[in-house]
T-cell receptor, first 116, second 116 residues
Framework: NAGVTQTPKFQVLKTGQSMTLQCAQD?????MSWYRQDPGMGLRLIHY???????DQGEVPNGYNVSRSTTEDFPLRLLSAAPSQTSVYFC???????????????FGPGTRLTVL | GESVGLHLPTLSVQEGDNSIINCAYS??????FIWYKQESGKGPQFIID?????DKRQGQRVTVLLNKTVKHLSLQIAATQPGDSAVYFC???????????????FGSGTRLQVQP
Protein backbone atom coordinates (compact mmCIF):
# COMPACT_ATOMS: atom_id res chain seq x y z
CA ASN A 1 0.00 0.00 0.00
CA ALA A 2 1.18 3.50 -0.79
CA GLY A 3 -0.84 4.95 2.12
CA VAL A 4 -1.78 8.60 1.72
CA THR A 5 -0.17 10.38 -1.22
CA GLN A 6 -0.18 14.09 -1.96
CA THR A 7 0.86 16.01 -5.05
CA PRO A 8 2.58 18.29 -5.66
CA LYS A 9 5.18 18.43 -2.88
CA PHE A 10 5.92 22.09 -3.53
CA GLN A 11 4.00 24.83 -5.37
CA VAL A 12 4.43 28.54 -5.88
CA LEU A 13 1.41 30.57 -7.00
CA LYS A 14 0.74 34.18 -7.76
CA THR A 15 -2.09 35.98 -6.02
CA GLY A 16 -5.38 35.24 -7.75
CA GLN A 17 -4.31 31.98 -9.36
CA SER A 18 -6.27 28.82 -8.74
CA MET A 19 -5.00 25.30 -8.27
CA THR A 20 -5.91 21.88 -6.96
CA LEU A 21 -3.97 19.94 -4.37
CA GLN A 22 -4.35 16.23 -4.90
CA CYS A 23 -4.79 13.62 -2.19
CA ALA A 24 -5.30 9.90 -2.63
CA GLN A 25 -5.36 6.91 -0.30
CA ASP A 26 -5.41 3.20 -1.06
CA UNK A 27 -6.51 1.92 2.35
CA UNK A 28 -10.27 2.07 1.61
CA UNK A 29 -10.72 4.63 4.38
CA UNK A 30 -14.09 6.31 4.57
CA UNK A 31 -12.82 9.39 6.34
CA MET A 32 -10.52 11.96 4.75
CA SER A 33 -9.56 15.45 5.79
CA TRP A 34 -7.44 18.46 4.89
CA TYR A 35 -5.41 20.53 7.32
CA ARG A 36 -3.15 23.50 6.98
CA GLN A 37 -0.16 24.15 9.19
CA ASP A 38 1.39 27.57 9.45
CA PRO A 39 4.97 27.95 10.78
CA GLY A 40 5.22 27.13 14.48
CA MET A 41 1.53 26.39 14.69
CA GLY A 42 -0.75 23.42 15.02
CA LEU A 43 -2.87 21.89 12.30
CA ARG A 44 -6.14 23.59 11.47
CA LEU A 45 -8.93 21.65 9.87
CA ILE A 46 -10.10 22.99 6.49
CA HIS A 47 -12.62 20.43 5.22
CA TYR A 48 -13.41 16.81 5.92
CA UNK A 49 -15.42 13.97 4.49
CA UNK A 50 -16.88 10.86 6.11
CA UNK A 51 -17.50 9.15 2.79
CA UNK A 52 -17.98 9.58 -0.94
CA UNK A 53 -20.46 12.33 -1.72
CA UNK A 54 -20.30 13.86 1.78
CA UNK A 55 -18.16 16.84 2.71
CA ASP A 56 -18.20 19.18 5.71
CA GLN A 57 -16.52 22.43 6.63
CA GLY A 58 -13.87 22.47 9.30
CA GLU A 59 -12.41 25.36 11.27
CA VAL A 60 -10.97 27.41 8.36
CA PRO A 61 -12.91 26.57 5.15
CA ASN A 62 -12.99 30.01 3.48
CA GLY A 63 -11.16 30.16 0.17
CA TYR A 64 -11.13 26.37 -0.29
CA ASN A 65 -13.43 23.91 -2.00
CA VAL A 66 -13.48 20.13 -1.83
CA SER A 67 -15.35 17.28 -3.43
CA ARG A 68 -15.42 13.54 -2.75
CA SER A 69 -16.57 11.67 -5.82
CA THR A 70 -14.66 8.49 -4.93
CA THR A 71 -13.51 6.86 -1.71
CA GLU A 72 -9.87 7.13 -2.79
CA ASP A 73 -9.57 10.80 -3.76
CA PHE A 74 -10.16 14.05 -1.90
CA PRO A 75 -8.82 17.05 -3.86
CA LEU A 76 -8.58 20.51 -2.31
CA ARG A 77 -9.15 23.49 -4.59
CA LEU A 78 -7.90 27.00 -3.99
CA LEU A 79 -10.26 29.25 -5.89
CA SER A 80 -8.22 32.48 -5.91
CA ALA A 81 -4.95 32.14 -4.05
CA ALA A 82 -4.00 34.75 -1.47
CA PRO A 83 -0.71 35.25 0.44
CA SER A 84 -2.57 34.27 3.64
CA GLN A 85 -2.91 30.78 2.17
CA THR A 86 0.84 30.27 2.22
CA SER A 87 1.18 27.18 4.38
CA VAL A 88 1.90 23.46 4.47
CA TYR A 89 -1.15 21.41 3.60
CA PHE A 90 -1.67 17.92 4.97
CA CYS A 91 -4.22 15.36 3.89
CA UNK A 92 -5.22 12.54 6.22
CA UNK A 93 -7.43 9.47 6.13
CA UNK A 94 -8.93 7.07 8.63
CA UNK A 95 -11.53 4.45 9.23
CA UNK A 96 -14.76 5.87 10.54
CA UNK A 97 -18.19 4.75 11.55
CA UNK A 98 -21.28 6.58 12.60
CA UNK A 99 -19.89 9.77 11.11
CA UNK A 100 -16.89 9.94 13.39
CA UNK A 101 -13.26 8.97 13.35
CA UNK A 102 -12.80 5.66 15.10
CA UNK A 103 -9.17 5.06 14.57
CA UNK A 104 -5.93 6.86 14.02
CA UNK A 105 -5.57 9.16 11.06
CA UNK A 106 -2.77 8.52 8.59
CA PHE A 107 -1.16 11.64 7.21
CA GLY A 108 0.34 12.33 3.81
CA PRO A 109 3.76 13.96 3.43
CA GLY A 110 2.33 17.43 2.88
CA THR A 111 2.31 20.08 0.15
CA ARG A 112 4.28 23.24 0.79
CA LEU A 113 2.44 26.13 -0.88
CA THR A 114 3.75 29.67 -1.30
CA VAL A 115 1.51 32.42 -2.63
CA LEU A 116 3.30 35.53 -3.82
CA GLY B 1 -11.27 29.86 19.58
CA GLU B 2 -9.73 26.43 19.63
CA SER B 3 -11.19 23.88 21.98
CA VAL B 4 -7.90 22.07 22.43
CA GLY B 5 -4.87 23.76 23.94
CA LEU B 6 -1.61 23.01 25.69
CA HIS B 7 -0.14 24.35 28.93
CA LEU B 8 3.55 24.35 27.94
CA PRO B 9 4.87 25.44 24.55
CA THR B 10 8.37 23.99 25.15
CA LEU B 11 9.53 21.21 27.43
CA SER B 12 13.21 20.49 27.94
CA VAL B 13 14.27 17.24 29.64
CA GLN B 14 17.42 15.26 30.18
CA GLU B 15 17.93 12.00 28.34
CA GLY B 16 16.62 9.14 30.44
CA ASP B 17 14.15 11.26 32.39
CA ASN B 18 10.40 10.86 32.08
CA SER B 19 8.47 13.52 30.13
CA ILE B 20 4.92 14.68 30.71
CA ILE B 21 3.11 16.73 28.09
CA ASN B 22 -0.26 18.19 29.00
CA CYS B 23 -3.32 19.15 27.02
CA ALA B 24 -6.58 20.81 28.05
CA TYR B 25 -9.77 20.41 26.08
CA SER B 26 -13.05 22.24 26.47
CA UNK B 27 -15.54 20.08 24.58
CA UNK B 28 -17.10 17.67 27.04
CA UNK B 29 -18.71 15.77 24.14
CA UNK B 30 -15.33 14.72 22.72
CA UNK B 31 -15.14 10.94 22.79
CA UNK B 32 -11.81 10.15 21.18
CA PHE B 33 -8.35 11.63 21.61
CA ILE B 34 -5.05 11.07 19.85
CA TRP B 35 -1.48 12.12 20.53
CA TYR B 36 0.71 12.79 17.51
CA LYS B 37 4.44 13.40 17.13
CA GLN B 38 5.73 15.64 14.39
CA GLU B 39 9.36 15.87 13.40
CA SER B 40 10.67 18.78 11.40
CA GLY B 41 9.55 18.69 7.77
CA LYS B 42 7.33 15.65 8.23
CA GLY B 43 3.67 14.93 8.70
CA PRO B 44 2.25 13.97 12.11
CA GLN B 45 2.81 10.41 13.28
CA PHE B 46 0.38 8.55 15.50
CA ILE B 47 1.65 7.81 19.00
CA ILE B 48 -1.30 6.63 21.04
CA ASP B 49 -5.04 7.13 21.32
CA UNK B 50 -7.67 6.84 24.00
CA UNK B 51 -11.46 6.71 24.01
CA UNK B 52 -13.58 8.55 26.52
CA UNK B 53 -14.65 5.34 28.25
CA UNK B 54 -11.05 4.86 29.44
CA ASP B 55 -8.88 6.75 31.94
CA LYS B 56 -5.51 5.36 30.96
CA ARG B 57 -3.88 3.58 28.08
CA GLN B 58 -0.33 2.34 27.79
CA GLY B 59 1.87 1.74 24.82
CA GLN B 60 5.55 1.15 24.38
CA ARG B 61 7.23 3.74 26.66
CA VAL B 62 4.16 5.99 26.39
CA THR B 63 1.08 6.36 28.55
CA VAL B 64 -1.93 8.57 27.97
CA LEU B 65 -4.09 9.68 30.87
CA LEU B 66 -7.56 11.14 30.45
CA ASN B 67 -9.29 13.09 33.21
CA LYS B 68 -12.79 13.87 32.00
CA THR B 69 -13.71 15.69 35.20
CA VAL B 70 -11.26 18.50 34.49
CA LYS B 71 -11.05 17.92 30.73
CA HIS B 72 -7.35 17.17 30.79
CA LEU B 73 -5.20 14.83 28.73
CA SER B 74 -1.56 14.00 29.29
CA LEU B 75 1.14 12.07 27.49
CA GLN B 76 3.87 10.45 29.54
CA ILE B 77 7.05 9.29 27.86
CA ALA B 78 9.28 7.03 29.91
CA ALA B 79 13.07 7.13 29.65
CA THR B 80 13.03 9.94 27.11
CA GLN B 81 15.52 9.56 24.28
CA PRO B 82 17.03 12.10 21.85
CA GLY B 83 14.86 10.58 19.12
CA ASP B 84 11.80 11.72 21.07
CA SER B 85 12.66 15.36 20.33
CA ALA B 86 9.77 16.69 18.27
CA VAL B 87 6.56 18.66 18.53
CA TYR B 88 3.70 16.79 20.17
CA PHE B 89 0.05 17.50 19.44
CA CYS B 90 -3.11 16.31 21.08
CA UNK B 91 -6.23 16.01 18.94
CA UNK B 92 -9.86 15.54 19.86
CA UNK B 93 -12.90 14.34 17.98
CA UNK B 94 -15.42 17.19 17.74
CA UNK B 95 -18.28 18.34 15.53
CA UNK B 96 -17.05 21.55 13.81
CA UNK B 97 -19.70 21.55 11.06
CA UNK B 98 -22.70 21.18 13.34
CA UNK B 99 -23.88 18.23 11.23
CA UNK B 100 -23.09 15.59 13.83
CA UNK B 101 -20.25 14.33 11.67
CA UNK B 102 -17.08 14.61 13.70
CA UNK B 103 -13.54 15.48 12.83
CA UNK B 104 -10.21 15.60 14.61
CA UNK B 105 -9.01 19.05 15.64
CA PHE B 106 -5.56 19.79 17.00
CA GLY B 107 -4.02 21.84 19.73
CA SER B 108 -1.11 24.20 19.13
CA GLY B 109 1.58 21.70 20.14
CA THR B 110 4.42 21.33 22.65
CA ARG B 111 8.03 21.15 21.58
CA LEU B 112 9.96 18.48 23.46
CA GLN B 113 13.72 18.99 23.61
CA VAL B 114 15.80 16.13 24.94
CA GLN B 115 19.23 17.09 26.22
CA PRO B 116 21.89 14.34 25.91
Amino acid sequence: NAGVTQTPKFQVLKTGQSMTLQCAQDMNHEYMSWYRQDPGMGLRLIHYSVGAGITDQGEVPNGYNVSRSTTEDFPLRLLSAAPSQTSVYFCASSYSSGGRVRDTQYFGPGTRLTVL
Amino acid sequence: GESVGLHLPTLSVQEGDNSIINCAYSNSASDYFIWYKQESGKGPQFIIDIRSNMDKRQGQRVTVLLNKTVKHLSLQIAATQPGDSAVYFCAENINPSGTGRRALTFGSGTRLQVQP
